[in-house]
C-alpha cells in the first residue's frame, strides 16, 4: 500500500471503491486493490452497472442464458447484477471477517424509480438482500422523504443499509433518526442489532458544482472567494451533526446492546472542476470513523501523491460555519440547493436505470435463440 493510502487508513478513514465491473472481478483487480490499496469496501449505483454491462464482453453467457430462458429484462438486471455484487462480496468477506462487520462491505441499490415509494423500496429492498445472500451486503436506499420510512422497515428487519443522496443537513439528522428508530424497532423484536450495520452517503463534489454555478450569477469578488468551499464546509458540518447525535443517550442505549454507529460516508470525491487539486475532497474530509469511496482515478491520485496533514474536518468547523453564513449573506439559498441536488440526483439515477434496462434488453434480444 502506498504511504498516502496507509496514513488515510491510519487516520480512521476507510477506503472504499465507488465502482464495480465483472471484468474487474474476474481479472482479479478487486482483490488487487483490496490487498495492495488498502480498499476495504465496494459502492455501485445504476451508473456504474450501465458503463459495465454495456461496455464489456464478460457478460454475453448469463445474457444468453437469460435469453433462453425468457427472463424479463427487470429480472435480468436483477440477475446479472446480484452476480456481480455477491461476488464482490466473496472478494470482501476476508476484511468483513476481521473488522467484525465494520468494513468488507459492498452496496447494491434499489430501483431508483421507487424513491418516492417506501413500500415498494422495502419490498426490493427484501428481494434484494435475499437474492444476493450474503451478510456483507449493503442496500442502498435513497435519502428521500419517502426513503426516510423505507430506511428504518428495513433497517428493523435486520437488513444493512447504504442510505444513498443525502446532501441536507437537515435529512441527515433525519436519515440519523431513521437509522436509530430502525435498531430500536429491531431491538423490541428480539433481533440481535450487532450484525446490522449502516453508513450515510454524504454527496459532496455536486454541491460546488450547483453553488459555484449560483455564485458566478453574482459575480462579486466576495462571491469569488467562496467558490469551492461549499461542499466541504457542507461536509464537515454533517460531521459535527453525527458526533453530535452519536453522543447522546438514545444512542449510547443502543451500542450497549452492540449497535454499530452510522458511519457517515462522503460520496462524489472526484472533482469536476479541473482547477481544483484532484484529491481535494479527501485531504479535506479526514476523521476518525469516516468513509470516502472513490472512483479509480481519485485512488491512484491519492495513492501517488496525496497527503494525510491529520483531521482537517474537527478542526474547521468554525470556518465551516462561516462559510455557510457567507453564502447566506451574499444570497446563496442552501435549503433550495441541496432541494434541486436532489431532485436531479434520483432523475441522473433513474435515466441510467432506464439506460441500463435499454441496454440489457437490446442485448437480451440480440443473442435470444
Known amino acids: 500500500m502506498s504511504k498516502p493510502l496507509s496514513d488515510l487508513s491510519a487516520a480512521g478513514v476507510a477506503v472504499w471503491l465507488d465502482d464495480i465491473s465483472r471484468e474487474r472481478l474476474r481479472t482479479g483487480n478487486l482483490a488487487d486493490l483490496v490487498g495492495g490499496s488498502g480498499v476495504v469496501g465496494v459502492t455501485s449505483n445504476p451508473t456504474i452497472f450501465q458503463k459495465a454491462i454495456g461496455g464489456g464482453e464478460t457478460y454475453q453467457e448469463q445474457l444468453r442464458d437469460l435469453a433462453v430462458r425468457g ?6 438486471v436483477r440477475a446479472i447484477t446480484a452476480a456481480d455484487i455477491r461476488e464482490a462480496c466473496d472478494v470482501l468477506r476476508p ?3 476481521a473488522t467484525g462487520g465494520v468494513d468488507g462491505r459492498v452496496s447494491l441499490e434499489v430501483d431508483p424509480r421507487l424513491a418516492h415509494e417506501t413500500e415498494r423500496t422495502v419490498a426490493e429492498a427484501r ?3 435475499w437474492l444476493v445472500d450474503r451478510p456483507n451486503l449493503f442496500i442502498k436506499i435513497p435519502a428521500t422523504r419517502a426513503g426516510l420510512s423505507a430506511i428504518t422497515a428495513t433497517l428493523a428487519e435486520g437488513i444493512s443499509v447504504n442510505v444513498t443522496l443525502i446532501f441536507a443537513l437537515d435529512r441527515y439528522e433525519a436519515v440519523m433518526d431513521a437509522h436509530m428508530t430502525g435498531l430500536e424497532q429491531a431491538l423490541d423484536a428480539g433481533r440481535d442489532i450487532s450484525d446490522v450495520a449502516s453508513v450515510a452517503s454524504f454527496f459532496v463534489s455536486r454541491v460546488d458544482g450547483e453553488v459555484d454555478r ?3 450569477k453574482i459575480g462579486t469578488p466576495k462571491a469569488a472567494e467562496l467558490r469551492s468551499k461549499a461542499a466541504i464546509a457542507n461536509a464537515r458540518l454533517a ?12 444512542w449510547e442505549r ?7 454507529p452510522q458511519r457517515p460516508l462522503w460520496a462524489s ?3 469536476k472542476d479541473p482547477s481544483l487539486p484532484d484529491t481535494l475532497y479527501v485531504t479535506e474530509l479526514i476523521a476518525p470513523g469516516t468513509v470516502n469511496t472513490m472512483p479509480e482515478a481519485t485512488l491512484e491520485a491519492f495513492a501517488d501523491h496525496g497527503v494525510v496533514p491529520g483531521d482537517t474536518i474537527t478542526p474547521n468547523l468554525g470556518a465551516a460555519h462561516a462559510v455557510f453564513d457567507q453564502l447566506s449573506e451574499l444570497g446563496v439559498d442552501m435549503a433550495d440547493v441541496v432541494e434541486v441536488l436532489e431532485v436531479d440526483g434520483v432523475r441522473k439515477f433513474e435515466d441510467s436505470w432506464n439506460q441500463l434496462l435499454g441496454t440489457i434488453r437490446d442485448q437480451l434480444g440480440a443473442v435470444a435463440p
Open 254 to 260: 443502543l451500542a450497549a446492546a452492540g449497535a454499530k
Open 214 to 216: 449560483r455564485l458566478e
Open 269 to 271: 470525491t472526484s472533482t
Open 95 to 97: 476484511v468483513y471477517d
Open 239 to 250: 460531521y459535527e451533526l453525527h458526533q453530535k447525535v452519536f453522543g447522546t443517550p438514545r
Open 71 to 76: 427472463v424479463d429484462v427487470g429480472e435480468a
Open 127 to 129: 428481494a434484494l438482500w
